[in-house]
Nanobody, 122 residues
């Protein structure tokens, strides 16, 4: 069992930056691929990005590529989502998730955090 807790959300203006954190319980964090997803009001949960177990490989949705960066610190059981040049359309609840596969499909993720709200004003 893995428990995930996100933090770092908030309200910022367009063009600003935010860094989200997701801390996992347990001693097997490094065995999980970690993903970030987001859900805007009235929309389905959408893929944001994925980072490999070692942190050596990351992948991103086209909508955030070049603006968002995922990293992880396995010693701290934490994965990060650095978000730069934020836009109003980035407004959503952001979730981290864990899986033992390399995948971008939300249905393949086994554990989810509770989410953190990110709101971008224009």
């Amino acid at each position: 069992q893995v428990q995930l807790v996100e933090s770092g959300g908030g309200l910022v203006q367009a063009g600003a930056s935010l860094r989200l954190s997701c801390t996992a319980s347990g001693r097997t964090f490094s065995s999980y691929t970690m993903g970030w997803f987001r859900q805007a009001p009235g929309k389905e949960r959408a893929y944001v990005g994925t980072i490999s177990r070692s942190g050596g490989t990351a992948a991103y949705a086209d909508s955030v590529k070049g603006r968002f960066t995922i990293s992880r610190d396995n010693a701290k059981n934490t994965v990060y989502l650095q978000m730069n040049s934020l836009k109003p359309e980035d407004t959503a609840v952001y979730y981290c998730a864990a899986t033992r596969r390399w995948t971008m499909r939300k249905d393949d993720y086994d554990y989810w955090g509770q989410g953190t709200q990110v709101t971008i004003s224009s």
